[in-house]
């Protein structure tokens, strides 16, 4: 189809509304642009971008975001590949792989429960005292392990940030080896998926990492916001473990500058830089039975156990939500979106794989603001039921016969 003169890449005709909505959307932002990828059946029907990846520089097919929690759906796919060939037990308790990890009466927690928020260990104040121990990796893998798990333990409680050391340190010490590195040889080498990346891409990588714009987190950092949320951690409820899991004095300066500190380490669960095509080659595998261009990447017992719906219970993290957490991902109640599972990240960025199409979805952007916030962190609500509208016109068209000439 025509694009719109604000838009580049290439849309089958029957995603026009797909399209428009999207220059719409997330076109027209000085400074800020964004990107859109759909895979049927791994074959491309939508790769879309539009606006700067940072002033002055155009969005590309090349340009990564940070997609924030949507970075946690591929450290799960990275335990996932470790279960599927025989080396993690999902039922099994962590520490019969990470010995460390039993300390403070852990011994039981198992991988299932990690992998479903339902570890009790999503509190920050617990482990770290600012931003330097957020950005050492290592050191907040050791303070988990060590850490005690708190009153809601084997209840859904999102673990924002201490997710993704909890997959990476249970990686690592099956392996050996950090999360990036096997987000490289676990995810983007298998798949072909060049732009996938834990942290900054390394020099002669083809991907770029386009800059945030908005405000992104300066209100968080206000010396009486700070007050008020460092006091909630005491409340009781959703507030108190919102302020938990979310917030550390000083955690605002994470996303600051041009090359901020977020991109200098490695935080599985929440500093992926991804393409928007890298996403949807990533959730395609995962929404073809394991399959990608005719190679087993998952066996189907292993994507079973990841489209199953782990707890319907209301995240006690995120003012009671029904996320209904997978082992990893977490599914939508909105059209287009039931019978899928991925993951949203912080200003709506997400992959998306819906197994009963074979569909796949990666969206990114670079926006982040107060202002813009709520309308961005729920462009899946527009993106996906214009995405499998758009796939069923495509299906009429492609299986429609022409009637024989009398």
Not at 108 to 121: K, P
Not at 147 to 171: M, S
Not at 301 to 326: C, G, N, S
Not at 369 to 377: F, R, T, V
């Amino acid at each position: 189809m025509d694009l719109p003169t604000s838009v580049s890449g290439y849309a089958a005709t029957e995603f026009g509304p797909l399209v428009r909505a999207f220059a719409r959307m997330v076109g027209g932002h000085p400074g800020a642009g964004g990107a859109l990828t759909v895979h049927l059946r791994g074959e491309p029907l939508v790769e879309i971008w539009t606006g700067e990846a940072a002033p002055d520089r155009p969005w590309s097919a090349d340009t990564g975001s940070v997609i924030f929690s949507a970075t946690k759906g591929l450290a799960a796919t990275v335990v996932h590949r470790l279960a599927d060939r025989g080396l993690i037990d999902y039922d099994a308790p962590v520490a019969h792989y990470w010995p460390e990890f039993a300390a403070n009466g852990k011994q039981r927690i198992t991988v299932r429960e990690v992998m479903s928020h339902r570890a009790g260990l999503y509190g920050l104040p617990e482990i770290a005292r600012g931003l330097d121990d957020v950005l050492d990796h290592r050191m907040m893998e050791d303070q988990l392990a060590a850490a005690k798990p708190d009153h809601l333990l084997g209840i859904p409680t999102y673990h924002a940030l201490t997710y993704g050391w909890l997959l990476a340190g249970l990686a690592r010490a099956v392996t050996g080896r950090g999360m990036a590195e096997l987000f490289r040889t676990e995810i983007a080498e298998p798949l072909g998926a060049e732009g996938i990346h834990l942290g900054k891409p390394p020099a002669g990588s083809p991907t770029s990492a386009a800059v945030m714009q908005g405000n992104k987190l300066s209100l968080v950092g206000t010396n009486y916001i700070s007050l008020v949320l460092g006091r909630a951690y005491s409340l009781p409820g959703a507030l108190g473990a919102a302020a938990r899991a979310l917030f550390l004095p000083g955690l605002d300066l994470l996303l600051e500058g041009e090359d901020p500190p977020i991109l200098h380490t490695e935080l599985g669960a929440g500093n992926g830089v991804c393409t928007a095509t890298g996403l949807a080659t990533v959730y395609g595998a995962l929404a073809n039975d394991g399959m990608h261009q005719g190679r087993r990447y998952l066996s189907p017992e292993t994507v079973k156990a990841m489209r199953q719906v782990e707890t319907y219970r209301l995240d006690h993290a995120l003012f009671y939500i029904p996320m209904m957490w997978h082992m990893g991902y977490h599914s939508l109640p909105i059209p287009g979106a039931r019978a899928g599972f991925g993951h949203i990240g912080l200003g709506g960025s997400f992959g998306w794989a819906d197994p009963r199409q074979g569909l796949s979805v990666g969206f990114v952007h670079n926006r982040l603001g107060i202002g813009a916030a709520s309308l961005d962190q729920i462009a899946s609500a527009w993106v996906l039921p214009l995405v499998v509208r758009g796939a069923h016109a495509a299906r009429r068209t492609t299986t429609h016969v022409e009637p024989a000439a009398a």
